[in-house]
């Protein structure tokens, strides 16, 4: 692990979840996309995967919203877990690499995978959305958004503190084409600017998809 890129994106984020959950928790700009995938839920009680949850924005949506859902936060930081426990006291939280999740028990109503996307390479990329459509029930419905943008401007960055994060970019496109072929459908498609406080301007990608039945 120590060779491997996402873990330095991963430490830097360990060292600043503070900072990002007093930035972006209040964030209300993607409520309608939240919104939009808890009226997907079933009723009665559901399971939902909150992966890169981050300091768990969107487990602190669908808990308001849905009492009997059983949230489980996964990240790889163990700070933003943190942060995630300090907000949402109670909410079930793992530790673990969003490209193997073979320790999480399949049969989930729902996930949302918020940015996480953007912090892998191509090929890590689709094994976590192969990782997911493992975990979703069939109809099962995933909430996805990234960072889209050009692809060659992908690569380490540094952020504004100077610490060094991989970040990449992709065309809506192509991360359709993933989804379709890890077995999911996609709903709708949205993109919309980045929040006003992100540190640069960019264009996030918002995807709704269930999870397809396959044989």
Request: aromatic fraction near 8%; hydrophobic fraction near 40%; include cysteine.
């Amino acid at each position: 692990m120590s060779e491997d890129y996402n873990a330095e994106s991963v430490a830097c984020f360990d060292k600043y979840a503070q900072r990002y959950a007093e930035n972006f928790f209040e964030l209300r700009d993607y409520d309608r996309f939240y919104q939009a995938l808890i009226e997907r839920l079933p009723s009665g009680p559901v399971r939902m995967l909150d992966l890169a949850c981050g300091p768990g924005n969107v487990a602190a949506f669908v808990r308001q919203a849905r009492v009997d859902a059983h949230i489980l936060c996964v990240d790889g930081s163990a700070a933003m877990l943190d942060a995630a426990q300090q907000r949402l006291p109670g909410i079930a939280t793992q530790l673990a690499d969003c490209r193997d999740l073979s320790t999480i028990s399949p049969g989930f109503d729902a996930a949302a995978f918020c940015f996480g996307l953007s912090y892998f390479n191509d090929e890590d990329a689709r094994q976590v959305l192969a990782e997911l459509a493992r975990l979703l029930r069939v109809d099962g419905s995933l909430l996805l958004s990234t960072i889209s943008g050009d692809p060659a401007d992908s690569g380490p960055q540094l952020s504004s503190s100077g610490d060094r994060v991989h970040m990449f970019y992709r065309q809506p496109e192509t991360i359709s084409a993933w989804l379709n072929e890890t077995g999911f459908a996609v709903l709708c498609r949205d993109r919309i600017a980045s929040p006003a406080n992100a540190s640069q301007e960019t264009v996030d990608l918002l995807i709704l998809a269930c999870r397809l039945e396959t044989s």
